[in-house]
């Protein structure tokens, strides 16, 4: 089973730039999740969908951060313009959707950004 | 709103010796519980996680975790660990609507 694709794995650029990262979940997972992870410190969530529909968006900086999954399948992170505490590694994750059940998030090797 | 505790920010420990990676949590609804490990330069890897109905959980390296509802801990244990158990330690809490939150991780230091 492929895992979760993500690309590019690393991306250097200078501030007030924009920049976009890719992702392609799980085959058949409904729910896919952005976390930014910061050099030292643990995932944050940005932005969680469920299909197509954003179902907490609560801490995205929505002035320059936007996210879409157009046919609830993969989706697209994008930064504009970046500021120098933007670097840090953008994660990716998809799960099965159950509200129920103990399903897992099954991470991307994620985004490195630098921005400088 | 459900958050997660990590008080440790690193754990050094002797190859062989028993480690405890201490997690807390607060919730108002039942949560789910993770851990994740990752290694250097690498993605999150579920290393165990908890299944209603049995408060102690395995991995299949030798981690286990036990559930501990009166005092909101998921605290992880290994009685031997070995050099390329070294990396990134992160507990998680989902609740049924599948948010979840990430500890601020302990970082595993093994060392001969």
């Known amino acids: 089973e492929a895992g979760v694709a993500q690309s590019p794995r690393y991306k250097i650029i200078e501030k007030r730039q924009s920049v976009a990262f890719w992702c392609n979940p799980i085959?058949?997972?409904?729910?896919l999740y952005w976390y930014q992870q910061i050099l030292g410190q643990g995932p944050k969530l940005l932005i969680q969908f469920q299909n197509n529909g954003v179902v907490d968006d609560s801490q995205l900086p929505k002035d320059r951060f936007s996210a879409e999954r157009l046919k609830g399948v993969d989706s697209t992170l994008k930064i504009q313009p970046a500021k120098l505490e933007d670097s840090a590694v953008y994660l990716c994750?998809?799960?099965?959707?159950?509200?129920?059940?103990?399903?897992?998030?099954?991470f991307g090797q994620g985004t490195r950004l630098t921005v400088v | 709103a459900q958050s997660v505790t990590q008080l440790d920010s690193q754990v050094p420990v002797f190859e062989e010796a028993p480690v405890e990676l201490r997690c807390n949590y607060s919730s108002s609804v039942s949560v789910y519980l993770f851990w994740y490990v990752q290694y250097p330069n690498q993605g999150l890897q579920l290393l165990l996680k908890y299944l209603s109905g049995s408060t102690l959980v395995e991995s299949i390296n030798g981690f286990e975790a036990e559930f501990n509802k009166s005092q909101t801990s998921f605290h992880l244990r290994k009685p031997s660990v070995h050099i390329s158990d070294t990396a990134e330690y992160f507990c998680?809490?989902?609740?049924?609507?599948?948010?979840?939150?990430f500890g601020t991780g302990t970082r595993l230091l093994v060392s001969p």
């Open positions: 085959s058949g997972h409904a729910t």
């Open positions: 994750a998809s799960s099965l959707y159950s509200r129920d059940k103990n399903t897992e998030a099954f």
């Open positions: 998680a809490v989902r609740t049924g609507f599948q948010k979840l939150v």
